[in-house]
């Protein structure tokens, strides 16, 4: 018997009254894009759950890509019988025959969706359970907590069978709760604060800013492989590459060094904000943490987030290092992160920059600046990427161990 179909069961979605049907195309949207890499899936939605039908395709990967996809609670693999009460039998005894262990308890749950069908659930349940012990004299019916529980289902166009249920990722399916800019580097910090982002249903679309020649294509692409990443978690993204070449080079020229990282700062968050607005999304994700580096001081921060009103979440900022790092190894980002490949600020990061920058000296030097020249060029410049995701299965098991 060769399983048909994966059921997929709604998670916390499904206490948001009317607008349900919204959080469940979402997610089909969702399902559908991480699924594209199997051409021969289709998707289906209603109310209560979503059907992959397989067509074929071999369940176990489709399964795990589908173990990553936030808005899941548990999905159920799902084999597609004939809806007669012969072929019915004949399927539970060659299932139950396969999965029998010495000691076993099992029970059959049968529901009716198709009420023209010959037998209620209930002379269901007894035809099935009598046919069951046809073949496995020993095996022991039981209704509270049986090692196996036999799900029929008989709806309009067939009958269907299930026995497991796997845990699904939880969270909200990306897109649900709106859209924001992450700010994305080559480091471990900010893919981490995107899946934490993507998790509680935030689409993202990643920013990052590309400083040529003095960042390689080695950087570029690593950012680009690390949204790639991110994409198993709900769907393709936009990926944004921001020229910021010429406003580093303005900067080094014209402020004094302790202050160069407060204004490359600032600079790259007008520039995403600006984004943000033409884009319509709400919010801005960056990937900084406390006290990590200079740049991530109580003061620093106040100075930096000056240039805009627009609500700036910070998914990691009260973490450990070695907790960011925990999360990135989970979500098979890590190892990309640590490719030796410079951005932007650690080229032109000064040796002591300054870790309690005053707003007033940062809006003296910036007088020096063509600041809204600077930011039209740099965004006349930008290039937009849509990142799907990639068949890398290898990798998915262990990842779903240690996220659930
Ligand atoms: P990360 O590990 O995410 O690079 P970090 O600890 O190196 O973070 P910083 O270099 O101070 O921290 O950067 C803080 C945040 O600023 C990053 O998490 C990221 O959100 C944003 N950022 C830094 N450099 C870039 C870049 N080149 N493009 C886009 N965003 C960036
Ligand atoms: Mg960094």
Do not use: W
Not at 34 to 60: A, E, F, W
Not at 147 to 171: P, Q
Request: proline content about 5%; some cysteine.
């Amino acid at each position: 018997m060769y399983y048909s179909e994966i059921m997929v069961r709604h998670g916390e979605l499904s206490t948001k009254g009317k607008n349900k049907m919204r959080f469940i195309n979402k997610l089909k949207r969702n399902i559908t894009d991480v699924l594209s890499i199997y051409p021969n899936v289709h998707i289906r939605s209603d109310r209560d759950r979503t059907h992959v039908y397989l067509h074929g395709t071999d369940y176990q990967p489709v399964m795990e890509s589908l173990q990553l996809v936030f808005g899941i609670q548990a999905l159920s693999p799902v084999y597609k019988i004939d809806k007669n009460i012969a072929a019915l039998k004949k399927a539970v005894q060659e299932l139950m025959r396969e999965l029998y262990q010495e000691g076993m308890t099992f029970k059959i749950a049968s529901k009716r969706s198709d009420h023209n069908f010959e037998l209620d659930s209930r002379e269901l349940n007894q035809v099935l359970g009598a046919a069951v012990f046809e073949v496995l004299p020993e095996i022991k019916a039981q209704m509270k907590q049986p090692n196996v529980t036999l799900k029929v289902e008989i709806r309009e166009e067939a009958a269907y069978i299930s026995h497991e249920e796997i845990k699904g990722a939880g969270g909200l399916p990306v897109g649900s709760s709106g859209k924001g800019m992450l700010m994305l580097s080559g480091g471990i910090d900010s893919p981490v604060a995107g899946y934490l982002a993507l998790k509680r249903g935030v689409a993202i679309e990643a920013v990052h800013f590309a400083s040529p020649p003095y960042t390689s294509p080695g950087a570029l692409k690593k950012a680009k492989d690390l949204t790639r990443k991110l994409t198993r978690f709900g769907g393709n993204m936009q990926f944004i590459e921001v020229p910021f070449t010429e406003i580093q080079e303005e900067i080094k020229n014209k402020a004094p060094e302790a202050y160069l990282m407060t204004l490359t700062r600032r600079f790259m968050l007008r520039i995403t904000d600006a984004l943000r607005e033409r884009r319509n999304a709400l919010v801005i994700i960056n990937g900084e943490s406390l006290g990590q580096v200079a740049s991530q001081t109580l003061e620093s921060m106040q100075a930096i987030n000056a240039v805009t009103t627009t609500p700036v979440i910070r998914p990691v900022v009260t973490m450990d290092k070695l907790e960011i790092i925990d999360i990135a190894q989970a979500i098979d980002t890590f190892d990309i992160s640590i490719q030796p490949f410079e951005d932007c600020c650690t080229i032109f990061a000064p040796d002591r920059p300054k870790t309690n920058p005053k707003l007033k000296k940062v809006e003296a030097y910036e007088t020096r600046f063509d600041i809204d020249g600077l930011v039209a060029r740099a965004l006349a410049g930008v290039e937009i990427t849509e990142i799907t995701p990639e068949a890398d299965v290898d990798h998915v098991s262990e990842l779903i161990d240690q996220l659930l």
